[in-house]
């Protein structure tokens, strides 16, 4: 039920792209995405429904592929701050009422100088 | 705007010992969830609330957890007995519709 998510860390050099993979063998009814630097709160970045809808958010955007059950997310000419963990939380289809959230293991960016 | 607030923020204590920290949400939100965490790995469901009814509680929560959010407001989580393996950092967040976020969290670490 644990969404896989993928790479497990990539290392970009300032201005560099990375796309972050979420998978889940289950149907989804939507994915959040979330940031989280060393011995802070995750931070919520967005959230996409199902529908495929693409969301942005400076120039961190993310895509939902309700027919695969993957949700991608996509940073963009990264910056310095752009550092951390990023966490997929997938929430089931059929559970309208909860969204009880199943987080994947994180993606651990760094972005160096 | 004030965000959601645990407290404390680290609590040493040694096995066998009783543990119970807070969480403060925010104010209008009227969904609460308590989550664990570990080295290395994605925040872990426990248990939630909607206002004052504890709604599910996860598999893994063993019988010596238990959470309270009385009157629909803050909310406490007590873990009896500690175990080392209960060492990890537990997180609370609150939502009103979708987004859940989340506060700074409790270290909790048990020797």
């Known amino acids: 039920q644990q969404p896989v998510q993928s790479p497990q860390a990539v290392i970009l050099r300032e201005g560099e792209d990375a796309v972050i993979n979420c998978s889940s063998s289950?149907?989804?009814?939507?994915v959040h995405w979330y940031r989280q630097k060393h011995g802070e709160a995750p931070v919520f970045l967005m959230i996409?429904?199902?529908?495929?809808e693409q969301k942005g958010h400076e120039k961190i955007s993310a895509s939902f592929n309700e027919k695969k059950q993957q949700s991608s997310l996509y940073l963009t000419a990264s910056q310095l701050s752009y550092s951390g963990t990023y966490f997929c939380?997938?929430?089931?289809?059929?559970?309208?009422?909860?969204?009880?959230?199943?987080f994947g293991a994180g993606t651990t960016v760094t972005v160096r100088a | 705007d004030t965000g959601v607030s645990q407290d404390p923020r680290h609590k040493i204590t040694k096995r066998g010992q009783n543990v119970t920290f807070r969480c403060d949400p925010i104010?209008?939100?009227?969904?609460l969830y308590w989550y664990r965490q570990t080295l290395g790995q994605g925040p872990e469901f426990l248990t939630y609330?909607?206002?004052?009814?504890?709604?599910?509680k996860s598999r893994l929560l063993s019988d010596r957890f238990s959470a309270e959010r009385p009157k629909g407001s803050f909310s406490t989580l007590e873990i009896q007995r500690t175990e080392q393996g209960d060492s990890a950092m537990y997180l609370c967040?609150?939502?009103?519709?979708?987004?859940?976020?989340f506060g700074p969290g409790t270290r909790l670490l048990v020797l």
């Open positions: 967040a609150s939502s009103s519709f979708e987004t859940q976020y």
């Open positions: 289950k149907a989804l009814y939507s």
């Open positions: 996409l429904l199902k529908g495929g």
């Open positions: 939380g997938t929430e089931r289809g059929g559970s309208f009422n909860d969204y009880k959230l199943s």
């Open positions: 104010s209008e939100h009227n969904r």
């Open positions: 609330f909607q206002n004052e009814a504890q709604l599910e």
